[in-house]
Protein backbone atom coordinates (compact mmCIF):
# COMPACT_ATOMS: atom_id res chain seq x y z
CA UNK A 1 0.00 0.00 0.00
CA UNK A 2 0.96 3.71 -0.83
CA UNK A 3 1.77 5.86 2.21
CA UNK A 4 -0.40 9.23 2.33
CA UNK A 5 -0.42 12.01 3.90
CA UNK A 6 -3.61 14.06 5.55
CA UNK A 7 -2.40 17.66 6.59
CA UNK A 8 -4.87 20.27 8.04
CA UNK A 9 -3.93 23.92 7.80
CA UNK A 10 -3.43 24.05 11.46
CA UNK A 11 -0.33 22.51 11.42
CA UNK A 12 -1.69 18.81 12.23
CA UNK A 13 -0.63 15.83 10.47
CA UNK A 14 -2.28 12.36 9.82
CA UNK A 15 -0.73 9.68 8.45
CA UNK A 16 -2.30 6.76 6.29
CA UNK A 17 -2.85 4.88 2.59
CA UNK A 18 -3.65 6.01 -0.39
CA UNK A 19 -6.72 5.22 -2.15
CA UNK A 20 -7.83 6.50 -5.72
CA UNK A 21 -5.45 8.44 -7.84
CA UNK A 22 -1.90 8.75 -6.44
CA UNK A 23 -1.21 13.03 -6.40
CA UNK A 24 -2.10 15.56 -4.18
CA UNK A 25 -5.05 17.80 -3.80
CA UNK A 26 -6.18 20.67 -1.27
CA UNK A 27 -9.85 22.37 -0.43
CA UNK A 28 -11.48 23.06 3.00
CA UNK A 29 -11.85 20.31 4.94
CA UNK A 30 -15.18 18.79 6.50
CA UNK A 31 -17.34 15.80 7.30
CA UNK A 32 -20.45 14.33 6.67
CA UNK A 33 -22.33 11.84 9.44
CA UNK A 34 -24.28 10.21 7.00
CA UNK A 35 -24.13 6.42 7.64
CA UNK A 36 -25.30 5.85 3.74
CA UNK A 37 -25.00 7.59 0.46
CA UNK A 38 -21.70 7.93 -0.16
CA UNK A 39 -22.35 8.45 -3.90
CA UNK A 40 -24.60 10.61 -3.66
CA UNK A 41 -22.57 12.78 -1.49
CA UNK A 42 -20.04 12.80 -3.24
CA UNK A 43 -21.17 13.84 -6.31
CA UNK A 44 -23.40 16.53 -4.94
CA UNK A 45 -21.87 20.00 -6.78
CA UNK A 46 -22.13 21.45 -3.21
CA UNK A 47 -19.06 19.91 -2.19
CA UNK A 48 -17.02 21.40 -4.90
CA UNK A 49 -14.08 22.58 -3.47
CA UNK A 50 -13.91 20.43 -0.49
CA UNK A 51 -12.47 17.59 0.82
CA UNK A 52 -14.82 14.98 2.80
CA UNK A 53 -14.13 13.03 5.64
CA UNK A 54 -16.87 10.49 5.79
CA UNK A 55 -17.54 9.25 9.28
CA UNK A 56 -19.17 6.04 8.54
CA UNK A 57 -16.36 3.69 9.37
CA UNK A 58 -16.75 1.55 5.92
CA UNK A 59 -16.87 3.75 2.76
CA UNK A 60 -16.53 1.83 -0.87
CA UNK A 61 -18.80 -1.79 0.72
CA UNK A 62 -21.44 -1.27 -1.54
CA UNK A 63 -19.95 0.34 -5.03
CA UNK A 64 -21.10 2.30 -7.34
CA UNK A 65 -24.16 2.82 -9.48
CA UNK A 66 -24.46 5.20 -12.35
CA UNK A 67 -28.29 6.26 -11.61
CA UNK A 68 -27.42 6.96 -8.32
CA UNK A 69 -24.63 9.79 -8.77
CA UNK A 70 -26.35 13.50 -8.47
CA UNK A 71 -24.39 14.82 -10.84
CA UNK A 72 -22.41 13.70 -13.85
CA UNK A 73 -19.02 13.62 -12.09
CA UNK A 74 -17.53 13.60 -8.57
CA UNK A 75 -17.85 17.24 -7.38
CA UNK A 76 -15.74 16.70 -3.75
CA UNK A 77 -11.75 17.43 -3.89
CA UNK A 78 -10.44 14.79 -1.79
CA UNK A 79 -11.86 11.73 0.08
CA UNK A 80 -10.99 10.78 3.53
CA UNK A 81 -11.91 7.58 4.70
CA UNK A 82 -11.06 4.93 7.81
CA UNK A 83 -11.76 1.86 6.30
CA UNK A 84 -11.93 1.68 2.44
CA UNK A 85 -13.45 -1.07 0.51
CA UNK A 86 -12.54 -1.84 -2.97
CA UNK A 87 -14.00 -5.19 -3.03
CA UNK A 88 -18.11 -4.61 -2.83
CA UNK A 89 -20.78 -6.76 -2.10
CA UNK A 90 -23.70 -5.54 -3.51
CA UNK A 91 -24.89 -7.69 -7.13
CA UNK A 92 -26.61 -4.60 -9.13
CA UNK A 93 -23.79 -2.34 -8.56
CA UNK A 94 -21.58 -1.58 -11.48
CA UNK A 95 -18.04 -1.00 -10.11
CA UNK A 96 -15.86 -0.54 -7.05
CA UNK A 97 -15.96 2.83 -5.69
CA UNK A 98 -11.88 2.60 -6.49
CA UNK A 99 -12.72 2.64 -9.80
CA UNK A 100 -14.52 5.29 -9.52
CA UNK A 101 -12.04 7.28 -8.12
CA UNK A 102 -9.32 6.45 -10.41
CA UNK A 103 -10.98 7.38 -13.59
CA UNK A 104 -12.45 10.68 -11.95
CA UNK A 105 -8.57 11.35 -11.11
CA UNK A 106 -9.86 11.84 -7.17
CA UNK A 107 -6.95 11.63 -4.71
CA UNK A 108 -8.11 9.72 -1.27
CA UNK A 109 -7.05 8.57 1.79
CA UNK A 110 -8.05 5.55 4.11
CA UNK A 111 -6.49 4.40 7.21
CA UNK A 112 -7.37 7.66 9.03
CA UNK A 113 -8.67 8.01 12.51
CA UNK A 114 -11.98 9.58 11.39
CA UNK A 115 -13.27 10.05 14.74
CA UNK A 116 -10.11 11.74 16.26
CA UNK A 117 -10.01 14.08 13.46
CA UNK A 118 -13.81 14.58 13.37
CA UNK A 119 -13.57 15.86 17.01
CA UNK A 120 -10.92 17.98 15.71
CA UNK A 121 -12.64 19.94 12.92
CA UNK A 122 -15.41 20.42 15.67
CA UNK A 123 -13.09 22.71 17.71
CA UNK A 124 -11.27 24.13 15.66
CA UNK A 125 -13.95 24.61 13.04
CA UNK A 126 -13.65 24.82 8.99
CA UNK A 127 -9.77 24.89 7.67
CA UNK A 128 -7.90 23.76 4.45
CA UNK A 129 -6.50 20.65 4.36
CA UNK A 130 -4.05 18.38 2.12
CA UNK A 131 -4.25 14.55 1.07
CA UNK A 132 -0.84 13.54 -0.77
CA UNK A 133 0.24 10.09 -1.67
CA UNK A 134 2.77 11.48 -3.63
CA UNK A 135 5.04 14.11 -1.74
CA UNK A 136 6.20 13.02 1.89
CA UNK A 137 7.59 16.03 3.54
CA UNK A 138 5.62 18.12 5.67
CA UNK A 139 7.20 21.39 4.82
CA UNK A 140 7.11 21.45 1.00
CA UNK A 141 3.61 19.86 1.57
CA UNK A 142 2.85 22.97 3.76
CA UNK A 143 3.87 25.36 0.91
CA UNK A 144 1.42 23.84 -1.30
CA UNK A 145 -1.22 24.18 1.29
CA UNK A 146 -0.67 27.96 1.90
CA UNK A 147 -1.77 28.82 -1.93
CA UNK A 148 -5.41 27.31 -0.75
CA UNK A 149 -7.96 30.05 -0.81
CA UNK A 150 -10.08 30.16 1.45
CA UNK A 151 -14.14 29.05 1.18
CA UNK A 152 -14.96 33.18 2.16
CA UNK A 153 -15.46 34.76 -0.92
CA UNK A 154 -15.20 32.15 -3.30
CA UNK A 155 -17.88 32.80 -6.15
CA UNK A 156 -17.92 28.69 -6.77
CA UNK A 157 -21.36 28.26 -8.92
CA UNK A 158 -20.72 29.20 -12.19
CA UNK A 159 -17.82 26.40 -12.21
CA UNK A 160 -20.07 24.16 -11.65
CA UNK A 161 -23.72 25.13 -13.70
CA UNK A 162 -25.23 23.44 -16.74
CA UNK A 163 -23.10 26.45 -19.40
CA UNK A 164 -26.56 25.57 -21.59
CA UNK A 165 -30.03 25.80 -20.73
CA UNK A 166 -32.03 22.05 -20.83
CA UNK A 167 -35.46 21.20 -20.11
CA UNK A 168 -35.63 18.36 -17.66
CA UNK A 169 -38.30 15.10 -17.84
CA UNK A 170 -40.90 14.22 -20.51
CA UNK A 171 -43.79 16.68 -19.13
CA UNK A 172 -45.48 18.59 -21.73
CA UNK A 173 -48.40 19.80 -19.44
CA UNK A 174 -48.14 21.27 -16.14
CA UNK A 175 -46.17 24.16 -13.98
CA UNK A 176 -43.83 25.09 -15.83
CA UNK A 177 -40.61 26.01 -13.43
CA UNK A 178 -37.15 27.64 -14.14
CA UNK A 179 -34.29 26.33 -12.18
CA UNK A 180 -31.48 28.64 -11.30
CA UNK A 181 -28.87 25.98 -11.51
CA UNK A 182 -26.18 27.20 -8.79
CA UNK A 183 -25.28 23.83 -8.67
CA UNK A 184 -28.30 21.78 -8.43
CA UNK A 185 -28.87 18.02 -7.83
CA UNK A 186 -30.53 15.72 -10.11
CA UNK A 187 -32.94 14.44 -8.00
CA UNK A 188 -34.31 18.09 -7.05
CA UNK A 189 -35.52 18.10 -10.38
CA UNK A 190 -37.24 14.45 -10.51
CA UNK A 191 -38.67 15.55 -7.33
CA UNK A 192 -40.58 18.57 -9.54
CA UNK A 193 -41.09 16.22 -12.16
CA UNK A 194 -42.63 13.54 -10.32
CA UNK A 195 -45.53 16.25 -9.12
CA UNK A 196 -46.11 16.49 -12.84
CA UNK A 197 -44.14 20.00 -13.61
CA UNK A 198 -42.36 21.36 -16.54
CA UNK A 199 -38.79 21.86 -15.50
CA UNK A 200 -36.00 23.70 -17.66
CA UNK A 201 -32.33 24.03 -15.74
CA UNK A 202 -31.09 27.67 -16.48
CA UNK A 203 -26.96 28.74 -16.19
CA UNK A 204 -26.12 30.09 -13.16
CA UNK A 205 -25.24 33.72 -15.14
CA UNK A 206 -28.65 33.54 -17.17
CA UNK A 207 -30.38 37.04 -16.72
CA UNK A 208 -34.02 37.28 -15.32
CA UNK A 209 -34.86 38.54 -18.54
CA UNK A 210 -33.74 35.92 -20.38
CA UNK A 211 -35.73 32.84 -18.29
CA UNK A 212 -38.45 34.89 -18.15
CA UNK A 213 -38.89 34.70 -22.10
CA UNK A 214 -39.78 30.81 -21.62
CA UNK A 215 -42.48 31.76 -19.60
CA UNK A 216 -42.22 30.14 -16.24
CA UNK A 217 -44.92 30.16 -13.81
CA UNK A 218 -42.17 29.82 -10.70
CA UNK A 219 -38.88 30.09 -10.17
CA UNK A 220 -36.47 27.79 -8.08
CA UNK A 221 -32.96 28.52 -6.93
CA UNK A 222 -30.61 25.67 -6.44
CA UNK A 223 -28.26 24.22 -3.83
CA UNK A 224 -24.24 25.33 -4.66
CA UNK A 225 -20.98 25.62 -3.46
CA UNK A 226 -19.29 28.51 -2.23
CA UNK A 227 -19.87 31.70 -0.02
CA UNK A 228 -23.37 33.42 -1.22
CA UNK A 229 -22.23 36.80 -0.61
CA UNK A 230 -19.63 36.10 -3.67
CA UNK A 231 -22.76 35.65 -6.04
CA UNK A 232 -23.57 38.86 -6.82
CA UNK A 233 -25.35 38.01 -9.97
CA UNK A 234 -27.87 35.15 -8.71
CA UNK A 235 -29.26 37.74 -6.10
CA UNK A 236 -29.99 40.14 -8.62
CA UNK A 237 -32.06 37.74 -10.30
CA UNK A 238 -34.07 36.71 -6.97
CA UNK A 239 -34.74 40.64 -6.78
CA UNK A 240 -36.12 40.71 -10.05
CA UNK A 241 -37.99 37.48 -9.47
CA UNK A 242 -39.23 39.06 -6.39
CA UNK A 243 -40.14 42.39 -7.74
CA UNK A 244 -42.51 40.77 -10.19
CA UNK A 245 -44.04 38.89 -7.74
CA UNK A 246 -43.37 35.25 -8.74
CA UNK A 247 -43.74 32.31 -7.24
CA UNK A 248 -40.51 31.81 -5.86
CA UNK A 249 -38.48 28.61 -3.63
CA UNK A 250 -34.67 28.40 -2.45
CA UNK A 251 -32.86 25.49 -1.81
CA UNK A 252 -29.42 25.85 0.48
CA UNK A 253 -27.98 28.22 -1.50
CA UNK A 254 -30.74 29.46 -3.04
CA UNK A 255 -32.65 30.09 0.67
CA UNK A 256 -29.14 32.14 1.45
CA UNK A 257 -29.37 33.99 -1.99
CA UNK A 258 -32.73 34.76 -1.04
CA UNK A 259 -31.85 35.99 2.25
CA UNK A 260 -29.10 38.27 0.57
CA UNK A 261 -31.91 39.68 -2.01
CA UNK A 262 -34.05 40.87 1.02
CA UNK A 263 -31.31 42.45 2.65
CA UNK A 264 -30.13 39.77 5.58
CA UNK A 265 -26.60 38.83 5.66
CA UNK A 266 -24.67 35.66 5.33
CA UNK A 267 -21.82 34.64 7.20
CA UNK A 268 -19.80 31.66 7.36
CA UNK A 269 -20.21 28.72 10.15
CA UNK A 270 -17.70 27.58 12.62
CA UNK A 271 -17.90 23.85 11.22
CA UNK A 272 -21.22 23.45 9.33
CA UNK A 273 -24.24 21.20 9.43
CA UNK A 274 -23.34 18.18 6.85
CA UNK A 275 -25.44 14.91 7.30
CA UNK A 276 -28.53 12.89 7.14
CA UNK A 277 -30.28 13.29 10.46
CA UNK A 278 -30.22 16.95 11.17
CA UNK A 279 -33.71 18.31 13.75
CA UNK A 280 -35.88 20.85 11.95
CA UNK A 281 -38.79 22.46 13.96
CA UNK A 282 -41.25 23.72 11.45
CA UNK A 283 -42.62 27.27 13.46
CA UNK A 284 -46.02 26.92 10.75
CA UNK A 285 -47.46 24.17 12.02
CA UNK A 286 -45.38 22.87 14.90
CA UNK A 287 -44.04 19.75 13.48
CA UNK A 288 -40.52 18.56 13.48
CA UNK A 289 -38.60 16.79 10.46
CA UNK A 290 -35.27 14.94 10.00
CA UNK A 291 -33.37 16.56 7.04
CA UNK A 292 -30.33 16.04 4.84
CA UNK A 293 -28.44 18.66 4.86
CA UNK A 294 -25.15 20.22 3.64
CA UNK A 295 -23.63 24.01 3.87
CA UNK A 296 -21.19 25.66 5.50
CA UNK A 297 -22.64 29.33 5.02
CA UNK A 298 -26.08 30.47 7.27
CA UNK A 299 -28.29 33.43 6.91
CA UNK A 300 -28.52 36.16 10.49
CA UNK A 301 -31.14 34.97 12.50
CA UNK A 302 -31.17 38.39 14.34
CA UNK A 303 -31.53 40.21 11.17
CA UNK A 304 -34.66 38.14 10.28
CA UNK A 305 -36.23 38.28 13.56
CA UNK A 306 -36.01 41.89 13.08
CA UNK A 307 -37.20 42.16 9.60
CA UNK A 308 -40.46 43.92 8.52
CA UNK A 309 -40.43 41.88 5.16
CA UNK A 310 -39.04 38.18 5.83
CA UNK A 311 -40.51 35.88 8.47
CA UNK A 312 -38.58 32.64 10.13
CA UNK A 313 -40.36 29.21 9.23
CA UNK A 314 -38.07 26.84 10.25
CA UNK A 315 -34.93 26.53 12.76
CA UNK A 316 -32.72 23.89 13.57
CA UNK A 317 -33.13 22.19 17.17
CA UNK A 318 -29.89 21.23 17.84
CA UNK A 319 -28.90 24.91 17.52
CA UNK A 320 -31.35 26.98 16.47
CA UNK A 321 -29.65 28.45 13.67
CA UNK A 322 -32.02 29.36 10.37
CA UNK A 323 -33.02 26.16 8.44
CA UNK A 324 -36.12 28.14 6.44
CA UNK A 325 -37.85 31.67 5.91
CA UNK A 326 -41.06 33.04 4.07
CA UNK A 327 -41.68 36.70 2.70
CA UNK A 328 -44.75 38.22 4.28
CA UNK A 329 -46.04 40.30 1.08
CA UNK A 330 -44.88 37.68 -1.34
CA UNK A 331 -44.96 34.65 -2.77
CA UNK A 332 -41.57 33.46 -2.02
CA UNK A 333 -40.03 31.14 0.39
CA UNK A 334 -36.68 29.20 1.62
CA UNK A 335 -35.10 26.19 3.67
CA UNK A 336 -31.50 25.76 4.51
CA UNK A 337 -31.69 22.02 4.28
CA UNK A 338 -32.24 19.60 1.34
CA UNK A 339 -36.27 18.74 0.37
CA UNK A 340 -35.20 16.22 -2.07
CA UNK A 341 -33.59 14.06 0.82
CA UNK A 342 -30.66 12.09 -1.71
CA UNK A 343 -29.90 10.63 0.57
CA UNK A 344 -31.90 10.84 3.62
CA UNK A 345 -35.34 10.88 4.83
CA UNK A 346 -38.47 12.02 2.90
CA UNK A 347 -39.72 13.92 5.76
CA UNK A 348 -39.47 17.26 4.09
CA UNK A 349 -40.55 16.47 0.41
CA UNK A 350 -43.92 17.99 1.35
CA UNK A 351 -41.91 21.34 0.08
CA UNK A 352 -42.34 20.96 -3.20
CA UNK A 353 -46.02 20.31 -2.96
CA UNK A 354 -46.25 23.68 -1.01
CA UNK A 355 -44.03 25.47 -4.07
CA UNK A 356 -46.50 23.80 -6.42
CA UNK A 357 -49.81 24.84 -4.66
CA UNK A 358 -48.28 28.68 -4.23
CA UNK A 359 -47.82 28.24 -8.55
CA UNK A 360 -51.26 27.18 -8.79
CA UNK A 361 -52.87 29.45 -6.35
CA UNK A 362 -50.70 32.73 -8.08
CA UNK A 363 -52.28 30.88 -11.54
CA UNK A 364 -55.99 31.27 -10.51
CA UNK A 365 -55.69 34.57 -8.61
Keep these: MVPASLLLEDGTLFHGYA?????????????????TGYQEIFTDPSYHGQIMVNTAAHIGNYGVKKEESESITLKIAGL??????????????EESLQDLLVQQNLVAIQGVDTRTLLRHIRHKGAMNALISSEKTDPEDLKNILSNTRRMGGL???????????????M???????????LGVKKNILQCFVERGCRIKVFPARTPYDE???????????????????????????????LYHNAPFFGICLGHQILALACGIPTSKMHHGHRGLNHPVRNMITGKSEITSQNHGFEADKNAILKSSEVELTHIN?????VEGIRLKNKPAFSVQYHPESSPGPHDSRYLFDQFIAMICSTILS
Design 19 to 35: AGKIGITTGEICFNTGM
Design 80 to 93: VTRNFNEPFFRTTA
Design 317 to 321: LNDES
Design 155 to 169: ELASAVSTTESYEWG
Design 211 to 241: IKNWNPQGYSLSNGPGDPAAIGYARDTCKAI
Design 171 to 181: QKHGPKIAVLD
